[in-house]
């Protein structure tokens, strides 16, 4: 979208004389670009799916972890268990 804009102000600013690359444009390139655009855009689209589904789970997994018992704890549980039963 960029570049169709940039190419539209290019032109306007400097008209259609005959050593003008905007001017000398094949239409198929304005057209290749302007598809190139497109799927850049749906792959931009994608990933910012991608990332927030991702940052979805983190969130999901940070909250499993952070229920967790505290490891001092459950070592603490543990020998209080070995000292009962004889060990």
Same mark, same amino acid.
């Given at each position: 979208m960029a570049v169709v804009v940039?190419?539209?102000?290019?032109?306007?600013?400097s008209g259609c004389s005959k050593n003008n690359a905007p001017c000398?444009?094949?239409?198929?390139?304005?057209?290749?670009?302007r598809t190139e655009l497109q799927s850049?855009?749906? +792959?931009?689209?994608?990933a910012? +799916? @991608?990332l927030a589904a991702a940052k979805?789970?983190?969130t999901k997994l940070q909250n499993q972890i952070d229920g967790l018992p505290d490891p001092a704890?459950? @070592?603490?549980?543990?020998?209080?268990?070995?000292k009962g039963s004889g060990r």
């Amino acid at each position: 979208m960029a570049v169709v804009v940039g190419l539209g102000v290019a032109l306007l600013a400097s008209g259609c004389s005959k050593n003008n690359a905007p001017c000398d444009t094949d239409p198929t390139q304005i057209d290749s670009a302007r598809t190139e655009l497109q799927s850049a855009e749906k +792959a931009v689209d994608s990933a910012k +799916a @991608e990332l927030a589904a991702a940052k979805q789970q983190k969130t999901k997994l940070q909250n499993q972890i952070d229920g967790l018992p505290d490891p001092a704890d459950l @070592e603490s549980r543990l020998e209080v268990l070995k000292k009962g039963s004889g060990r």
